[in-house]
């Protein structure tokens, strides 16, 4: 059964930080493109950052270019966001996904395979 589990979501101060993880098990992704998606109450889910199946191709949202990073571990099955400079409005629900696919797509329907997503909030 595959699985994808992220972990690393809580409560940030205003301009601080926070790295969240997503591990996946059942099976491997690491030639596959993988992405991260938010949802904030009362607000559609949104795409936020994603990375292609080559590993080294990367796409953000306008929103989160220059502050989020995403980055991918094959050898740990895992991938990455790194979040700087958060602001109130990162303040969601954050869902690691992956396709069955190389190439990454920006709209979640397109995506195979969801995590259980973990909380962000981003306090003043």
């Known amino acids: 059964q595959v699985q994808l589990v992220e972990t690393g979501g809580g409560l940030v101060q205003a301009g601080g930080s926070l790295r969240l993880s997503c591990a996946a098990s059942g099976r491997t992704f690491g030639g596959n493109a993988k992405g991260w998606f938010r949802q904030a109450p009362g607000k559609e889910r949104e795409f936020v950052a994603a990375?292609?199946?080559?590993?080294?191709?990367?796409y953000s949202a306008d929103s989160v270019k220059g502050r989020f990073t995403i980055s991918t571990d094959n050898a740990k099955n895992t991938m990455y966001l790194q979040m700087n400079s958060l602001q109130l409005e990162d303040t969601a629900v954050y869902y690691c996904?992956?396709?069955?696919?190389?190439?990454?797509?920006?709209?979640?329907?397109?995506?195979?395979?969801w995590g259980q997503g973990t909380q962000v909030t981003v306090f003043s």
């Open positions: 990375i292609a199946g080559d590993g080294q191709n990367t």
């Open positions: 996904a992956a396709r069955s696919f190389v190439n990454v797509k920006t709209e979640s329907r397109n995506y195979d395979y």
